[in-house]
């Protein structure tokens, strides 16, 4: 789905992994620092979430 081949996930994932921001295991994430998380990303994880939670309001996805 991210177009990218499984070992650049893998490299990704371990590099987030090391700094203590998530946990990955066979195939599963699990976020242990969002907001550090979120300090990693670029500037466009902001503009999406924004129009993410522009279009499909909290009380409709939960």
Known sequence: ???VRREGVTEAATKLQKEGLIKYAR???TILNRTGL???TCECYKVVKKEYDRLLPHSIAT
Do not use: Y
């Open 38 to 40: 979120e300090q990693r």
């Open 27 to 29: 195939g599963h994430i």
């Open 1 to 3: 789905m991210l177009g």
